[in-house]
DNA sequence: TCATTAACGGGACTACAGTCCCTTTAGTGC
DNA sequence: GCACTAAAGGGACTGTAGTCCCGTTAATGA
Protein backbone atom coordinates (compact mmCIF):
# COMPACT_ATOMS: atom_id res chain seq x y z
CA UNK A 1 0.00 0.00 0.00
CA UNK A 2 2.70 2.67 1.28
CA UNK A 3 4.78 3.93 -1.79
CA UNK A 4 8.16 4.11 -1.83
CA UNK A 5 8.25 2.68 1.54
CA UNK A 6 11.49 1.51 1.21
CA UNK A 7 13.04 4.21 -0.71
CA UNK A 8 11.65 7.33 1.09
CA UNK A 9 10.61 8.73 -2.57
CA UNK A 10 14.00 9.11 -4.46
CA UNK A 11 13.87 12.14 -7.16
CA UNK A 12 12.37 14.44 -4.19
CA UNK A 13 14.82 15.59 -1.36
CA UNK A 14 18.01 16.20 -4.36
CA UNK A 15 16.33 17.14 -6.83
CA UNK A 16 19.59 18.11 -8.39
CA UNK A 17 21.40 17.63 -11.40
CA UNK A 18 22.10 13.71 -12.00
CA UNK A 19 18.24 12.94 -10.61
CA UNK A 20 16.87 15.65 -12.83
CA UNK A 21 18.92 14.44 -15.84
CA UNK A 22 17.91 10.68 -15.27
CA UNK A 23 14.16 11.59 -15.01
CA UNK A 24 14.60 13.14 -18.80
CA UNK A 25 16.60 10.16 -19.93
CA UNK A 26 14.14 7.90 -18.74
CA UNK A 27 11.03 9.37 -20.01
CA UNK A 28 12.28 9.66 -23.56
CA UNK A 29 13.16 6.22 -23.37
CA UNK A 30 10.14 5.54 -22.29
CA UNK A 31 8.29 7.73 -24.95
CA UNK A 32 10.46 5.87 -27.85
CA UNK A 33 9.62 2.05 -26.66
CA UNK A 34 5.72 2.88 -25.78
CA UNK A 35 5.62 4.40 -29.48
CA UNK A 36 7.39 0.89 -30.75
CA UNK A 37 6.22 -1.37 -28.76
CA UNK A 38 3.28 -0.47 -27.12
CA UNK A 39 2.56 -0.69 -23.77
CA UNK A 40 2.13 -4.37 -22.81
CA UNK A 41 5.62 -4.97 -24.18
CA UNK A 42 7.52 -2.06 -22.30
CA UNK A 43 10.05 -3.56 -20.61
CA UNK A 44 11.85 -1.21 -17.79
CA UNK A 45 14.74 -3.48 -18.76
CA UNK A 46 15.18 -2.24 -22.10
CA UNK A 47 14.33 1.36 -21.08
CA UNK A 48 16.91 1.41 -18.77
CA UNK A 49 19.13 0.14 -21.66
CA UNK A 50 18.29 2.62 -24.45
CA UNK A 51 18.54 5.64 -21.28
CA UNK A 52 21.87 4.64 -20.31
CA UNK A 53 20.89 3.93 -16.70
CA UNK A 54 20.61 1.43 -14.35
CA UNK A 55 17.82 -1.44 -14.48
CA UNK A 56 17.99 -1.06 -10.17
CA UNK A 57 17.10 2.73 -10.70
CA UNK A 58 14.06 2.29 -13.11
CA UNK A 59 12.14 -0.41 -10.81
CA UNK A 60 13.22 2.12 -7.86
CA UNK A 61 11.85 5.26 -8.69
CA UNK A 62 8.77 4.39 -10.81
CA UNK A 63 8.03 0.83 -9.95
CA UNK A 64 6.04 -0.61 -12.76
CA UNK A 65 5.47 0.26 -16.64
CA UNK A 66 2.09 2.44 -15.28
CA UNK A 67 3.84 4.24 -13.01
CA UNK A 68 6.29 5.04 -15.51
CA UNK A 69 3.52 6.18 -17.99
CA UNK A 70 1.86 8.04 -15.17
CA UNK A 71 5.22 10.15 -14.75
CA UNK A 72 5.41 10.76 -18.53
CA UNK A 73 2.14 11.76 -19.01
CA UNK A 74 2.72 14.46 -15.93
CA UNK A 75 5.49 15.49 -18.98
CA UNK A 76 3.54 15.32 -21.63
CA UNK A 77 0.55 17.44 -19.78
CA UNK A 78 3.23 20.02 -19.13
CA UNK A 79 4.50 20.64 -23.24
CA UNK A 80 2.19 23.34 -23.99
CA UNK A 81 0.66 23.61 -27.75
CA UNK A 82 0.47 26.89 -30.24
CA UNK A 83 -3.32 27.70 -30.35
CA UNK A 84 -4.10 30.05 -33.08
CA UNK A 85 -6.55 32.51 -33.22
CA UNK A 86 -8.49 32.96 -36.21
CA UNK A 87 -12.03 35.37 -34.94
CA UNK A 88 -14.20 32.57 -36.26
CA UNK A 89 -15.41 29.82 -34.22
CA UNK A 90 -14.60 27.38 -37.21
CA UNK A 91 -11.67 28.30 -38.37
CA UNK A 92 -10.35 27.68 -34.59
CA UNK A 93 -11.63 24.21 -34.63
CA UNK A 94 -10.60 23.46 -37.51
CA UNK A 95 -7.36 24.18 -36.01
CA UNK A 96 -7.52 22.61 -33.48
CA UNK A 97 -9.00 19.53 -35.19
CA UNK A 98 -5.82 19.75 -37.88
CA UNK A 99 -3.34 19.71 -34.91
CA UNK A 100 -4.98 16.47 -33.15
CA UNK A 101 -5.40 14.79 -36.54
CA UNK A 102 -1.33 15.06 -37.33
CA UNK A 103 -0.43 14.23 -33.86
CA UNK A 104 -2.33 11.40 -34.36
CA UNK A 105 -1.57 10.30 -37.72
CA UNK A 106 2.47 10.58 -37.20
CA UNK A 107 4.09 7.59 -36.92
CA UNK A 108 5.98 8.36 -33.20
CA UNK A 109 3.21 10.30 -31.46
CA UNK A 110 0.02 8.12 -32.64
CA UNK A 111 1.61 4.69 -31.68
CA UNK A 112 2.51 6.91 -28.15
CA UNK A 113 -0.96 7.64 -27.63
CA UNK A 114 -2.56 5.20 -28.11
CA UNK A 115 0.23 3.09 -25.47
CA UNK A 116 -1.06 5.46 -22.92
CA UNK A 117 -4.33 5.08 -23.32
CA UNK A 118 -4.08 1.48 -23.26
CA UNK A 119 -1.78 2.24 -19.62
CA UNK A 120 -4.85 4.67 -18.55
CA UNK A 121 -7.13 1.21 -18.86
CA UNK A 122 -5.15 -0.60 -16.82
CA UNK A 123 -3.40 1.54 -14.01
CA UNK A 124 -5.78 3.91 -11.89
CA UNK A 125 -2.69 6.04 -11.45
CA UNK A 126 -2.03 6.43 -15.23
CA UNK A 127 -5.57 6.94 -15.70
CA UNK A 128 -5.62 9.85 -13.47
CA UNK A 129 -2.61 11.56 -15.37
CA UNK A 130 -4.24 11.25 -18.78
CA UNK A 131 -7.30 13.45 -17.35
CA UNK A 132 -5.24 16.14 -16.24
CA UNK A 133 -3.25 15.76 -19.53
CA UNK A 134 -6.69 16.12 -21.53
CA UNK A 135 -8.19 18.57 -18.90
CA UNK A 136 -5.10 20.71 -19.94
CA UNK A 137 -4.97 20.58 -23.00
CA UNK A 138 -8.56 21.11 -23.31
CA UNK A 139 -8.77 24.33 -21.23
CA UNK A 140 -6.17 25.41 -23.92
CA UNK A 141 -8.84 25.31 -26.35
CA UNK A 142 -11.88 26.90 -24.22
CA UNK A 143 -11.20 30.80 -25.04
CA UNK A 144 -11.82 30.12 -28.79
CA UNK A 145 -15.63 28.75 -27.98
CA UNK A 146 -15.69 31.28 -24.82
CA UNK A 147 -14.80 34.38 -27.74
CA UNK A 148 -17.49 32.42 -30.15
CA UNK A 149 -19.80 33.03 -27.66
CA UNK A 150 -18.99 36.64 -26.81
CA UNK A 151 -19.42 37.55 -30.70
CA UNK A 152 -22.88 35.93 -30.45
CA UNK A 153 -21.82 33.06 -32.37
CA UNK A 154 -22.60 30.92 -30.29
CA UNK A 155 -25.95 30.65 -27.83
CA UNK A 156 -24.97 31.90 -24.02
CA UNK A 157 -24.52 28.70 -21.52
CA UNK A 158 -22.77 26.85 -23.91
CA UNK A 159 -20.08 24.65 -22.38
CA UNK A 160 -16.44 25.65 -23.65
CA UNK A 161 -15.36 21.95 -22.51
CA UNK A 162 -17.89 20.01 -24.62
CA UNK A 163 -17.26 21.93 -27.92
CA UNK A 164 -13.54 21.42 -27.75
CA UNK A 165 -13.82 17.74 -26.58
CA UNK A 166 -16.37 16.85 -29.34
CA UNK A 167 -13.87 17.97 -31.87
CA UNK A 168 -11.03 15.65 -30.73
CA UNK A 169 -13.65 12.74 -29.59
CA UNK A 170 -14.30 11.53 -33.52
CA UNK A 171 -10.88 11.42 -34.15
CA UNK A 172 -9.43 9.16 -31.02
CA UNK A 173 -12.44 7.07 -31.95
CA UNK A 174 -11.03 7.07 -35.76
CA UNK A 175 -7.61 5.72 -33.98
CA UNK A 176 -8.90 3.63 -31.41
CA UNK A 177 -11.89 1.56 -32.69
CA UNK A 178 -12.73 2.17 -36.21
CA UNK A 179 -9.18 2.30 -37.75
CA UNK A 180 -10.85 4.50 -40.52
CA UNK A 181 -7.91 7.31 -41.86
CA UNK A 182 -6.98 9.99 -39.94
CA UNK A 183 -6.88 12.69 -42.73
CA UNK A 184 -7.12 16.51 -43.16
CA UNK A 185 -11.11 15.64 -44.60
CA UNK A 186 -11.79 13.44 -41.14
CA UNK A 187 -10.30 16.61 -39.00
CA UNK A 188 -12.40 19.10 -41.34
CA UNK A 189 -15.34 16.92 -40.69
CA UNK A 190 -14.93 16.38 -37.10
CA UNK A 191 -14.58 20.82 -36.66
CA UNK A 192 -17.35 21.51 -38.82
CA UNK A 193 -19.88 18.61 -37.07
CA UNK A 194 -18.49 20.18 -33.40
CA UNK A 195 -19.54 23.74 -34.83
CA UNK A 196 -22.80 22.82 -36.15
CA UNK A 197 -23.63 21.24 -33.07
CA UNK A 198 -23.00 24.05 -30.68
CA UNK A 199 -24.29 26.46 -33.51
CA UNK A 200 -27.63 24.72 -32.92
CA UNK A 201 -26.78 24.46 -29.05
CA UNK A 202 -26.38 21.17 -28.34
CA UNK A 203 -23.46 21.75 -25.86
CA UNK A 204 -25.61 24.65 -23.61
CA UNK A 205 -25.20 23.21 -20.11
CA UNK A 206 -28.23 23.51 -17.48
CA UNK B 1 5.26 -16.62 -39.10
CA UNK B 2 3.16 -19.71 -40.17
CA UNK B 3 0.31 -20.03 -37.27
CA UNK B 4 -0.19 -23.25 -35.42
CA UNK B 5 2.07 -24.91 -37.65
CA UNK B 6 3.02 -27.88 -34.63
CA UNK B 7 -0.53 -28.19 -34.08
CA UNK B 8 -2.60 -28.00 -36.94
CA UNK B 9 -5.01 -25.86 -36.23
CA UNK B 10 -6.97 -27.44 -33.85
CA UNK B 11 -10.55 -26.67 -32.96
CA UNK B 12 -11.21 -26.71 -37.36
CA UNK B 13 -11.10 -30.34 -38.08
CA UNK B 14 -13.16 -32.22 -35.50
CA UNK B 15 -16.16 -28.73 -34.31
CA UNK B 16 -18.17 -31.64 -32.82
CA UNK B 17 -19.26 -31.08 -29.01
CA UNK B 18 -16.12 -30.94 -26.74
CA UNK B 19 -14.17 -28.48 -28.89
CA UNK B 20 -17.36 -25.77 -29.20
CA UNK B 21 -17.71 -26.15 -25.38
CA UNK B 22 -14.39 -25.80 -24.60
CA UNK B 23 -14.49 -22.80 -26.97
CA UNK B 24 -17.35 -21.08 -25.01
CA UNK B 25 -16.08 -21.69 -21.42
CA UNK B 26 -13.02 -20.16 -22.35
CA UNK B 27 -14.33 -16.73 -23.98
CA UNK B 28 -16.90 -16.71 -21.01
CA UNK B 29 -14.19 -16.94 -19.06
CA UNK B 30 -11.70 -14.72 -20.54
CA UNK B 31 -14.35 -12.12 -20.66
CA UNK B 32 -14.96 -12.46 -16.82
CA UNK B 33 -11.10 -11.79 -16.17
CA UNK B 34 -10.71 -9.03 -18.56
CA UNK B 35 -13.53 -7.04 -17.45
CA UNK B 36 -11.64 -8.00 -13.71
CA UNK B 37 -8.42 -7.11 -13.69
CA UNK B 38 -8.02 -5.35 -17.50
CA UNK B 39 -5.72 -6.55 -20.88
CA UNK B 40 -2.10 -6.16 -19.10
CA UNK B 41 -3.18 -8.54 -16.37
CA UNK B 42 -4.69 -11.61 -18.64
CA UNK B 43 -3.27 -14.78 -17.56
CA UNK B 44 -3.94 -17.71 -19.57
CA UNK B 45 -3.61 -19.95 -16.38
CA UNK B 46 -5.98 -18.24 -14.60
CA UNK B 47 -8.75 -18.29 -17.81
CA UNK B 48 -7.96 -22.16 -17.95
CA UNK B 49 -8.45 -22.45 -14.25
CA UNK B 50 -12.29 -20.14 -14.66
CA UNK B 51 -12.78 -22.22 -17.72
CA UNK B 52 -12.17 -25.59 -15.58
CA UNK B 53 -10.00 -26.15 -18.87
CA UNK B 54 -5.97 -27.35 -19.28
CA UNK B 55 -3.70 -24.60 -19.05
CA UNK B 56 -1.79 -26.23 -22.50
CA UNK B 57 -5.27 -26.22 -24.09
CA UNK B 58 -5.71 -22.40 -23.72
CA UNK B 59 -2.07 -21.69 -25.20
CA UNK B 60 -2.65 -24.68 -27.61
CA UNK B 61 -5.42 -22.32 -29.19
CA UNK B 62 -5.53 -19.18 -28.74
CA UNK B 63 -1.45 -18.98 -28.12
CA UNK B 64 -1.29 -15.36 -26.93
CA UNK B 65 -3.85 -12.79 -24.18
CA UNK B 66 -4.12 -11.08 -27.37
CA UNK B 67 -5.08 -13.79 -30.15
CA UNK B 68 -7.80 -14.85 -27.14
CA UNK B 69 -9.49 -11.27 -27.10
CA UNK B 70 -9.24 -11.41 -30.91
CA UNK B 71 -11.37 -14.25 -31.01
CA UNK B 72 -13.42 -12.82 -28.31
CA UNK B 73 -14.47 -10.08 -30.40
CA UNK B 74 -15.30 -12.34 -33.00
CA UNK B 75 -18.03 -14.02 -31.15
CA UNK B 76 -18.97 -10.26 -29.70
CA UNK B 77 -19.44 -9.27 -33.26
CA UNK B 78 -22.14 -12.25 -33.52
CA UNK B 79 -24.28 -10.63 -30.31
CA UNK B 80 -26.41 -8.44 -32.11
CA UNK B 81 -28.84 -5.75 -30.06
CA UNK B 82 -31.87 -5.22 -30.12
CA UNK B 83 -32.29 -1.59 -32.66
CA UNK B 84 -35.54 0.86 -32.01
CA UNK B 85 -37.42 2.36 -34.93
CA UNK B 86 -38.97 5.54 -34.12
CA UNK B 87 -39.91 7.58 -36.95
CA UNK B 88 -37.62 10.15 -35.65
CA UNK B 89 -33.94 10.79 -36.45
CA UNK B 90 -33.21 12.26 -33.09
CA UNK B 91 -35.03 9.61 -30.94
CA UNK B 92 -33.11 6.76 -32.95
CA UNK B 93 -29.92 8.38 -31.97
CA UNK B 94 -30.70 9.14 -28.88
CA UNK B 95 -31.96 5.24 -28.45
CA UNK B 96 -28.66 4.21 -29.45
CA UNK B 97 -26.79 7.09 -27.84
CA UNK B 98 -28.19 5.17 -24.43
CA UNK B 99 -27.80 1.83 -25.87
CA UNK B 100 -24.02 2.40 -25.89
CA UNK B 101 -23.63 4.38 -22.57
CA UNK B 102 -25.62 1.75 -20.45
CA UNK B 103 -22.72 -0.37 -22.09
CA UNK B 104 -19.83 1.30 -21.30
CA UNK B 105 -21.19 2.45 -17.91
CA UNK B 106 -21.89 -0.98 -16.69
CA UNK B 107 -20.01 -2.56 -14.31
CA UNK B 108 -18.59 -5.82 -16.66
CA UNK B 109 -19.37 -4.15 -19.69
CA UNK B 110 -17.63 -1.02 -19.55
CA UNK B 111 -14.02 -2.55 -18.16
CA UNK B 112 -14.29 -5.28 -20.64
CA UNK B 113 -14.58 -2.38 -23.37
CA UNK B 114 -11.45 -0.78 -21.96
CA UNK B 115 -9.84 -3.99 -21.56
CA UNK B 116 -10.12 -5.35 -25.70
CA UNK B 117 -9.37 -1.36 -26.62
CA UNK B 118 -6.05 -2.00 -25.10
CA UNK B 119 -5.38 -5.31 -26.68
CA UNK B 120 -6.19 -3.72 -29.92
CA UNK B 121 -3.32 -1.14 -29.42
CA UNK B 122 -0.81 -4.08 -28.78
CA UNK B 123 -1.75 -6.64 -31.49
CA UNK B 124 -3.09 -6.13 -35.09
CA UNK B 125 -5.28 -9.28 -34.79
CA UNK B 126 -7.22 -7.72 -31.93
CA UNK B 127 -7.21 -4.23 -33.99
CA UNK B 128 -9.07 -6.01 -36.75
CA UNK B 129 -11.07 -8.31 -34.93
CA UNK B 130 -12.36 -4.61 -33.43
CA UNK B 131 -12.68 -2.76 -37.00
CA UNK B 132 -15.02 -5.82 -38.02
CA UNK B 133 -17.16 -5.37 -34.51
CA UNK B 134 -17.47 -1.87 -34.78
CA UNK B 135 -18.14 -2.16 -38.44
CA UNK B 136 -21.22 -4.87 -37.85
CA UNK B 137 -22.56 -2.30 -35.06
CA UNK B 138 -22.84 0.57 -37.12
CA UNK B 139 -24.02 -1.00 -39.94
CA UNK B 140 -26.77 -2.28 -37.60
CA UNK B 141 -28.10 1.34 -37.17
CA UNK B 142 -27.12 2.82 -40.12
CA UNK B 143 -30.44 2.07 -41.67
CA UNK B 144 -31.94 4.82 -39.32
CA UNK B 145 -29.98 7.39 -40.90
CA UNK B 146 -30.58 6.00 -44.66
CA UNK B 147 -34.75 6.94 -43.20
CA UNK B 148 -33.47 10.20 -41.83
CA UNK B 149 -32.67 10.79 -45.68
CA UNK B 150 -35.44 9.10 -47.28
CA UNK B 151 -37.94 11.22 -45.32
CA UNK B 152 -35.68 15.04 -46.56
CA UNK B 153 -34.80 15.21 -42.84
CA UNK B 154 -31.24 15.12 -43.47
CA UNK B 155 -29.55 16.43 -46.85
CA UNK B 156 -28.50 13.68 -49.65
CA UNK B 157 -25.16 12.05 -49.69
CA UNK B 158 -25.10 12.12 -45.89
CA UNK B 159 -22.89 9.11 -45.04
CA UNK B 160 -24.68 6.72 -42.32
CA UNK B 161 -21.73 5.20 -41.10
CA UNK B 162 -20.04 9.04 -40.03
CA UNK B 163 -23.36 10.18 -38.46
CA UNK B 164 -23.85 6.88 -36.13
CA UNK B 165 -19.70 6.89 -35.43
CA UNK B 166 -20.47 10.40 -34.19
CA UNK B 167 -22.80 9.11 -32.01
CA UNK B 168 -20.37 6.89 -30.27
CA UNK B 169 -17.56 8.88 -30.22
CA UNK B 170 -17.86 11.22 -27.29
CA UNK B 171 -18.88 8.30 -25.04
CA UNK B 172 -16.03 6.30 -26.12
CA UNK B 173 -13.82 9.51 -25.18
CA UNK B 174 -15.76 9.73 -21.61
CA UNK B 175 -14.90 6.25 -21.00
CA UNK B 176 -11.33 6.56 -22.03
CA UNK B 177 -9.42 9.92 -22.43
CA UNK B 178 -11.42 12.35 -20.40
CA UNK B 179 -13.50 10.13 -17.42
CA UNK B 180 -16.12 13.12 -17.76
CA UNK B 181 -19.63 10.76 -16.68
CA UNK B 182 -21.37 8.48 -18.54
CA UNK B 183 -24.87 9.09 -17.89
CA UNK B 184 -28.16 9.63 -19.66
CA UNK B 185 -27.20 13.51 -20.03
CA UNK B 186 -23.87 12.34 -22.09
CA UNK B 187 -25.54 10.35 -24.44
CA UNK B 188 -28.56 12.48 -25.17
CA UNK B 189 -26.26 15.17 -25.75
CA UNK B 190 -24.24 13.21 -28.00
CA UNK B 191 -27.57 12.46 -29.56
CA UNK B 192 -28.37 15.73 -30.17
CA UNK B 193 -24.51 17.21 -31.52
CA UNK B 194 -24.56 14.20 -34.28
CA UNK B 195 -28.29 14.63 -34.68
CA UNK B 196 -27.46 18.91 -35.38
CA UNK B 197 -24.13 17.98 -37.17
CA UNK B 198 -26.09 15.80 -39.79
CA UNK B 199 -29.09 18.30 -40.50
CA UNK B 200 -26.45 21.06 -41.36
CA UNK B 201 -24.48 18.53 -43.74
CA UNK B 202 -21.45 17.99 -41.93
CA UNK B 203 -21.50 14.42 -43.14
CA UNK B 204 -22.27 14.80 -46.64
CA UNK B 205 -19.67 12.71 -48.02
CA UNK B 206 -18.34 14.23 -51.46
C1' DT C 1 37.76 21.27 -0.40
C1' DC C 2 35.98 17.90 2.20
C1' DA C 3 32.53 15.07 4.94
C1' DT C 4 27.95 13.40 4.44
C1' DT C 5 24.45 10.82 2.37
C1' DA C 6 20.87 10.60 -1.45
C1' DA C 7 20.60 8.30 -5.42
C1' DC C 8 22.70 5.21 -8.92
C1' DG C 9 24.64 0.64 -10.58
C1' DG C 10 26.04 -4.38 -10.82
C1' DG C 11 24.87 -8.86 -10.24
C1' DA C 12 22.87 -12.82 -7.76
C1' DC C 13 18.39 -14.56 -6.71
C1' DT C 14 13.33 -15.71 -7.16
C1' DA C 15 8.88 -16.55 -8.98
C1' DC C 16 6.00 -17.28 -12.59
C1' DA C 17 4.40 -17.01 -17.51
C1' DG C 18 4.89 -19.74 -21.42
C1' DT C 19 6.80 -24.25 -23.74
C1' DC C 20 7.27 -29.06 -24.51
C1' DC C 21 6.49 -33.98 -24.22
C1' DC C 22 3.76 -37.59 -23.32
C1' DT C 23 -0.77 -39.68 -21.71
C1' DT C 24 -5.80 -39.64 -21.59
C1' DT C 25 -10.39 -38.53 -23.28
C1' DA C 26 -14.03 -38.32 -26.45
C1' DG C 27 -15.91 -37.06 -31.26
C1' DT C 28 -16.15 -39.49 -35.91
C1' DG C 29 -17.02 -43.03 -39.34
C1' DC C 30 -17.29 -47.82 -40.20
C1' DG D 1 -20.28 -50.99 -30.68
C1' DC D 2 -15.52 -50.53 -32.04
C1' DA D 3 -11.20 -48.73 -34.03
C1' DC D 4 -9.13 -44.43 -35.07
C1' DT D 5 -7.31 -40.10 -34.09
C1' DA D 6 -8.20 -35.02 -33.04
C1' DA D 7 -8.17 -32.52 -29.23
C1' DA D 8 -7.64 -32.04 -24.14
C1' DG D 9 -4.91 -32.66 -19.89
C1' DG D 10 -0.88 -33.25 -16.61
C1' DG D 11 3.42 -32.07 -15.19
C1' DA D 12 8.35 -31.17 -15.81
C1' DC D 13 11.23 -27.66 -17.85
C1' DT D 14 13.00 -22.95 -19.27
C1' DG D 15 13.58 -18.11 -19.98
C1' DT D 16 12.89 -13.76 -18.20
C1' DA D 17 10.66 -9.91 -15.60
C1' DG D 18 11.06 -8.11 -11.20
C1' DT D 19 13.50 -8.11 -6.32
C1' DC D 20 17.17 -7.58 -3.18
C1' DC D 21 21.74 -6.72 -1.31
C1' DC D 22 25.57 -4.13 -1.12
C1' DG D 23 29.29 -1.36 -3.14
C1' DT D 24 29.98 3.17 -5.91
C1' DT D 25 29.10 7.85 -7.52
C1' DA D 26 28.01 12.53 -7.18
C1' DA D 27 24.91 16.40 -5.22
C1' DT D 28 24.80 19.22 -0.99
C1' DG D 29 26.33 22.35 2.62
C1' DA D 30 29.86 23.63 5.84
Redesign the pocket.
Given at each position: MEQGS??????????????A???AA?LRAAGDALAEHGFDR?????V?RR???????????W???AGLVADLLVEMATESLPRTESGSLLDDLRANARLVCRTLADPRQGPLFKAVIAAATADEDAAAALRRFYATRIAEWAPCVEQAVARGELPSGTDPHEVVAAVSAPLYYRLLASGDPLDEAAADRAAAAAAAAARAGAFVSP
Open positions: RYDQPGQTRPGGRTRVRVLDLADAAGVGRTTVYRRATP
